[in-house]
């Protein structure tokens, strides 16, 4: 079965058209300020409205109002949420009882245990990071090496380490920004490196 790729942290027009040109399965919109990647309501509606069919935009969010979530997923405007902060359980029974659209969690990922908690929580897809998220830093992929259930691995991923990464791992999907951006901004030939190394090697 092939890695999945989600390009994460797309902010322009110019962004959309090499996801366009490579069409990696997700296409990953930060929704929380403070980022530097963030993009507006307006802006995810426009960039994400230019998206090819079949690349399915995914909204990035951190604390965030359970009701705005699910009002970006129910109106079409995003095709999954990916949670990225201290969401628990309880907020994501509480957003299911508003949307039946695809919820993402993401985890900071330390040790063993740490993947072995993550694993646990009952969102749709599980995203394995460093940390906050869009740092460029990885994490010791080696407390990965026992896990048998289906994730997505995040954290530092870029062209020099991706090959590594998918040969010591299985992940059902990798997800990378900041490792396809030269001085911050998305690289288009890092980006369609990156996914030919991933669809050359999965």
Request: glycine share 12%; hydrophobic share 40%; charged share 30%.
């Amino acid at each position: 079965m092939k890695t999945k790729i989600k390009i994460c942290g797309l902010r322009s027009e110019e962004d959309i058209r090499v996801i366009n040109e490579v069409r990696p399965d997700y296409a990953g919109f930060i929704l929380f300020p403070g980022s530097r990647r963030y993009v507006s309501d307006g802006q995810l509606e426009h960039l994400a409205g230019l998206l090819d069919p079949g690349i399915l935009p995914v909204g990035v969010f951190i604390g965030e109002a359970p009701e705005r979530v699910a009002r970006l997923l129910n109106e079409g405007k995003i095709g999954a949420a990916q949670l990225h902060g201290k969401e628990d359980e309880k907020y994501l029974e509480h957003l299911r009882s508003l949307t039946g659209k695809q919820i993402w969690k993401a985890f900071r990922i330390d040790t063993a245990g740490d993947a072995r908690r993550a694993m646990r929580f009952p969102a749709d897809v599980l995203l394995l990071d460093h940390g906050a998220g869009g740092t460029g830093e990885s994490f010791d992929w080696n407390v990965l090496r026992g896990v048998q259930e289906e994730y997505f691995l995040a954290g530092g991923l870029n062209c020099d380490n991706i090959r590594v990464a998918l040969r010591m791992l299985c992940p059902a999907g990798v997800d990378v920004s900041s490792g396809v951006e030269t001085d911050g901004k998305k690289d288009p030939e890092k980006i369609r490196e990156f996914v030919r190394i991933v669809r050359e090697l999965k």
